[in-house]
Every structure is written in structure tokens, then in C-alpha cells.
């Protein structure tokens, strides 16, 4: 009985550790405009090495450090339309306006590039981006579900060993 709670309670803490990462706060998330412009990359480089599907880019407003957008880096480095959405004077959302500097982030890391907007841009304006260069390494992330599926095994397995016992 005491090995069966000990698996229930190691399974109850890789599930809270899931929940807690799976309910992350988007108060950093971009906020939707009706107006936006889009970053793209027919082969994006990520330092000196095709870009990994999969990665994401995001892209801030160097002004108010508010997230503007974000996209998955699809197959063979393409990044597809990045939704940067701009200010709106109507709902107050302070998004991205002419000769905004905006930041990127390759998969939550800095990168050395910036890209300057235009004085005047439109809804719609397209820019792509060629290379960028993370300043640290870039983390390998560690699937919370992979731990969910570990915590549940074992307390299956440590179960199922008890009642063989008895």
C-alpha cells in the first residue's frame, strides 16, 4: 500500500507540472488587429544552418516589448506568412506603427537581428527575412507529455506489481 501511494503521488506531481505548463499565461500573445504586416522566408537560416521545421519565430515591438506575432518554420526553412499586427487606434492596441524597430526570437532566444519598418507602411506590406542569428544557444525542449506518459507508466506498472503480490 505504501509503494501503490507513492506512484499515486509521483503521478500527481507530473501532472500538475503538465497542467501548469499546458495553462501558461498568454498575457504575452499577441493581440489581433484588423491591421497587420507579414515577415516571411522562402529558406531561413537560423545562424549558419537551414532553419529546423518546427522552430518558431516571433516577432516584438522593440518599443513595447509586445510580442506582434509568431510562426512555425515549415519544411525546408520556409517560414510562412508571420502575422505582425499593427496599432489600432480604434481598440487602443498598441501593436507595430511605421519605423517601429521589431525583435525576433528563434524558439524563446534572442536573435542579433532586427528589422526597421518603414515610415509609411500598409495593411498588408510583406518583408522577408533571410538569416537570423540567435545570441545563446537555442534550449531542445523538453515534451511535458513524455513525463505525463513516464509518471503514468510507472504507477501502472508499480500497481499492477502490488497486486501480483497479494
Excluded at 32 to 58: E, K
Excluded at 70 to 86: D, I
Excluded at 103 to 126: C, H, M, Y
Aim: overall charge neutral.
Amino acid at each position: 500500500m505504501r509503494h501503490l501511494r507513492f506512484f499515486l503521488l509521483v503521478g500527481f506531481l507530473v501532472a500538475v507540472c503538465g497542467l501548469q505548463t499546458a495553462l501558461a499565461d498568454p498575457a504575452d500573445a499577441p493581440i489581433p488587429t484588423p491591421q497587420w504586416i507579414f515577415f516571411y522566408s522562402r529558406s531561413l537560416r537560423i545562424g549558419a544552418a537551414p532553419a529546423t521545421p518546427g522552430s518558431v519565430i516571433q516577432a516584438f515591438v522593440s518599443r513595447t516589448n509586445q510580442e506582434c506575432g509568431a510562426q512555425s518554420v515549415g519544411a525546408g526553412g520556409e517560414l510562412p506568412l508571420l502575422t505582425c499586427y499593427m496599432a489600432d487606434p480604434i481598440s487602443g492596441v498598441d501593436g507595430a506603427r511605421g519605423g517601429d524597430v521589431i525583435n525576433f526570437k528563434v524558439d524563446g532566444v534572442q536573435a542579433a537581428e532586427t528589422f526597421t519598418l518603414p515610415s509609411t507602411i500598409q495593411n498588408g506590406d510583406r518583408f522577408e527575412i533571410l538569416q537570423l542569428t540567435p545570441s545563446g544557444p537555442i534550449p531542445i525542449p523538453e515534451p511535458t507529455t513524455i513525463f505525463l506518459l513516464g509518471g503514468g507508466l510507472a504507477g501502472l506498472a508499480g500497481y499492477l506489481r502490488l497486486r501480483r503480490r497479494k
